[in-house]
């Protein structure tokens, strides 16, 4: 083992730190980007845990091992040992780490405490009996070079998925803004076929065309807009729907589908919507529609 001089500072180990944390980050960005776009927050917390717990993983075995350091460690000289001076063992390297638990307590004080302590321990290195020491070899040059260039993807990889997630989550916003306005004219229609039933009985219309008329009638033009074309009036009856070939053509319209009784009458409706694609809009996979009962 080289010959040892000084317990490392606060500022040493901090930055071995945030050089550690920034390497991790890189290797588990893929799953940070997921847990972000495609996750609940309760996942989210699952994921976090999941993170810290393969962080602790990762440096348990860095620390235990003949290099005696986490990258971080290893790129300013540094190196953990016993109060011997000699390797740590596993065991001894996976109580260091799990006692951070108790130095992050009450405001991180078990880490603020290091430069006061006789030999720079901090609350976890004293209970687990261990120092952070640095080497008298200087820190390699081409070790410090690797660690800045990964440094600097790691940043250009954070640029990237903020990027990436908002421009992801900016679309989705699009997407539920307009879903949100199908949904309106369904609501609409709706109101348009009830005023149309006042007028004949309690009946509905038998047709889409019809509803067109009543909403003209009402003066819903402005509103009734299609918001994927900005077609006004973007009903359809649902029969022709069903027997249709492209679908996109009827893409953010609104379905009327009336349904008759014995005597021809259409005591009954339902009322669909359809995104982009042409699909029915739905809510948590139901199929979302109006009707009178």
């Given amino acids: 083992m080289d010959e040892l001089k000084n317990c490392?500072?606060?500022w040493e180990r901090f930055?071995?730190?945030?050089?550690?944390?920034?390497l991790f980050f890189v290797i588990?960005?893929?799953?940070?980007?997921?847990?972000?776009l495609y996750t609940e927050f309760e996942d989210i917390n699952i994921i976090v845990f999941m993170f810290l717990v393969l962080y602790f993983i990762y440096s348990i075995f860095m620390e235990s091992s003949k290099k005696q350091a986490t990258l971080g460690k290893m790129a300013l000289g540094l190196i953990v040992t016993d109060m011997n001076k000699e390797k740590i063992s596993l065991d001894k390297a996976t109580?260091?780490?799990l006692t951070k638990i108790f130095s992050g307590l009450i405001f991180f004080i078990g880490f603020l405490v290091q430069p006061f302590t006789k030999n720079k321990q901090a609350l976890h290195d004293k209970m687990s009996k261990c120092l952070v020491l640095r080497t008298i070899e200087k820190p390699k040059t081409k070790l410090i070079i690797l660690v800045i260039g990964l440094l600097l993807i790691s940043s250009l990889i954070v640029i990237c998925a903020n990027i990436f997630v908002s421009v992801n989550k900016f679309g989705n916003v699009v997407t539920r803004s307009k879903i949100?306005?199908?949904k309106l004219n369904m609501q609409l229609l709706k109101i348009a076929n009830d005023t149309y039933s006042k007028n004949w009985n309690g009946f509905y219309a038998d047709n889409s065309k019809i509803l067109i008329q009543e909403s003209k009638n009402l003066n819903l033009s402005e509103k009734l807009v299609n918001p994927y074309t900005t077609e006004i009036y973007a009903i359809s009856d649902y029969k022709?729907?069903?027997?249709?070939?492209?679908?996109?053509f009827y893409k953010g319209q609104v379905l009327y589908n009336p349904i008759f009784d014995k005597n021809s009458k259409v005591t009954k409706y339902i009322i669909y919507g359809l995104d982009k694609q042409g699909q029915f809009i739905?809510?948590?996979?139901?199929?979302?529609?109006?009707?009178?009962?």
């Fill in 28 to 36: 588990a960005s893929p799953l940070i980007i997921y847990s972000f």
């Fill in 180 to 182: 949100a306005n199908v």
């Fill in 282 to 293: 739905k809510d948590e996979d139901n199929i979302y529609y109006l009707t009178n009962q």
């Fill in 8 to 10: 490392a500072g606060f």
């Fill in 95 to 97: 109580s260091r780490n």
């Fill in 15 to 22: 930055t071995a730190m945030i050089i550690d944390i920034f």
């Fill in 240 to 248: 022709e729907y069903k027997i249709a070939q492209d679908l996109k």
